[in-house]
């Protein structure tokens, strides 16, 4: 139980150009979603934090235009990258509470993010 | 604000060899403490987690930690290590506060397992 999963694993995208990225609870419905960023070699920055019919709460310097993050239902949150320019370029990985353990985190495979 | 260290940023261990990881968190309230493994190429995976009472814990893969509240720290330990445990190990806290709160992680430590 408690896997999460996100698409599309790899997207290789030009410069100025928008990407989806979708994360999905697959066995169990998530309150909350967070989305992180991950650069090589370093650990995790969280980027937002995101809540089933409500906006999502945007960390310090993350730009919440360039980065939009909609929880359209309690198994799905989607981070669109507008606008992409390569200092985008990132590991994007997202991360869901709920199920019988509310208070972990489950983890996604990530996604892989290269703008050219 | 929380805050995560790692103080070992790569270790290098023998097969057998034993080994500890240090985290420490600077946080004033109640936490719930996590350390992730993540594997070349795969994703992150909850190795083990605490939230309350005893306060040594064990994890998967014969993975253990030990919550000391007065040093702040949850240092992860096992007995002896394997080739299959080289990865990357991040320790995370988060708020206790009964329902999902966001992940401060440490900087991450590298392990690395000879034959």
Partial sequence: ?116 | AQSVSQHNHHVILSEAASLELGCNYSYGGTVNLFWYVQYPGQHLQLLLKYFSGDPLVKGIKGFEAEFIKSKFSFNLRKPSVQWSDTAEYFCAVNKNTGTASKLTFGTGTRLQVTL
């Fill in chain 1, 1 to 116: 139980g408690a896997v999460v999963s996100q698409h599309p694993s790899r997207v290789i995208c030009k410069s100025g150009t928008s990407v989806k990225i979708e994360c999905r609870s697959l066995d169990f419905q998530a309150t909350t979603m967070f989305w992180y960023r991950q650069f090589p070699k370093q650990s995790l920055m969280l980027m937002a934090t995101s809540n089933e019919g409500s906006k999502a709460t945007y960390e310090q310097g993350v730009e919440k235009d360039k980065f939009l993050i909609n929880h359209a239902s309690l198994t799905l949150s989607t981070l669109t990258v507008t606008s992409a320019h390569p200092e985008d370029s990132s590991f994007y990985i997202c991360s869901a509470n709920g199920g019988a353990s509310p208070t972990a985190q489950f983890f996604g495979p990530g996604t892989r993010l290269t703008v050219l």
